[in-house]
Nanobody
Framework: QVQLVESGGGLVQPGGSLRLSCEASGIILSRNVMGWYRQGPGKQRELVAV???????KYADSVKGRFTISRDNAKKTLYLPMNSLKPEDTAVYYC??????WGQGTQVTVSS
């Protein structure tokens, strides 16, 4: 059974940084498509970043150059360091495996 547990969210000022982590069990990260999604207040869930089994990555235009998706296969952990955060980045961030399995989410709030 695949389980994903996110952590690292919190309250940060505009321009600040956070690093999200997603601990995975029951899955080999390097053999699957792993992604981060987010859902802001009153908005639909959207793709933030994805890393494919071969290591290539894809980002939403709104986070390019600010967020970086990576994985540590030995630690079975997916990461999302986020820099230059903006109020519009406020959302619940979800870890995802193969667009099928979801974590419980972690809240990120960007506010002064």
């Amino acid at each position: 059974q695949v389980q994903l547990v996110e952590s690292g969210g919190g309250l940060v000022q505009p321009g600040g940084s956070l690093r999200l982590s997603c601990e995975a069990s029951g899955i080999i990260l390097s053999r699957n498509v792993m992604g981060w999604y987010r859902q802001g207040p009153g908005k639909q869930r959207e793709l933030v970043a994805v890393i494919y089994s071969g290591g290539s990555t894809k980002y939403a235009d709104s986070v390019k150059g600010r967020f970086t998706i990576s994985r540590d296969n030995a630690k079975k952990t997916l990461y999302l360091p986020m820099n230059s955060l903006k109020p519009e980045d406020t959302a619940v961030y979800y870890c995802n495996a193969n667009a099928v399995v979801w974590g419980q989410g972690t809240q990120v709030t960007v506010s002064s």
